[in-house]
């Protein structure tokens, strides 16, 4: 079955740094397109990067020019580099693939930025 585990999040102050990863099993990673969602307290989710199959890339505004989407196909994880970390990205960050009808999501991993 589809599964998506998320890993390195962390408590980290403003300014720093942190890599998120998201190994995925059960359907054919390099097909697809995979996307970083995060989920603030008392917020709706949001996107924040995705990448296509073809590595093509794609921001939030808000995070363009500090956060890094890439993929490895042969190790089925995709990766969110995150630096210059802010107090408002403090958030539970979960990877999402769609495949056909339906959304396959992470259990999250919590990123939280001291100020």
């Known amino acids: 079955q589809v599964r998506l585990v998320e890993s390195g999040g962390g408590l980290v102050q403003a300014g720093g740094s942190l890599r998120l990863s998201c190994a995925a099993s059960?359907?054919?990673?390099?097909?697809?397109?995979m996307s970083w969602y995060r989920q603030a307290p008392g917020k709706q989710r949001e996107l924040v990067a995705t990448i296509t199959s073809g590595s093509n890339t794609n921001y939030a505004e808000s995070v363009k020019g500090r956060f890094t989407i890439s993929r490895d196909n042969a190790k089925n994880t995709v990766y969110l580099q995150m630096i210059n970390l802010k107090p408002e990205d403090t958030a539970v960050y979960l990877c999402?693939?769609?495949?056909?009808?339906?959304?396959?999501w992470g259990q999250g991993t919590r990123v939280t930025v001291s100020s």
């Open positions: 999402k693939v769609a495949l056909g009808l339906y959304n396959y």
């Open positions: 059960g359907f054919t990673f390099s097909n697809y397109l």
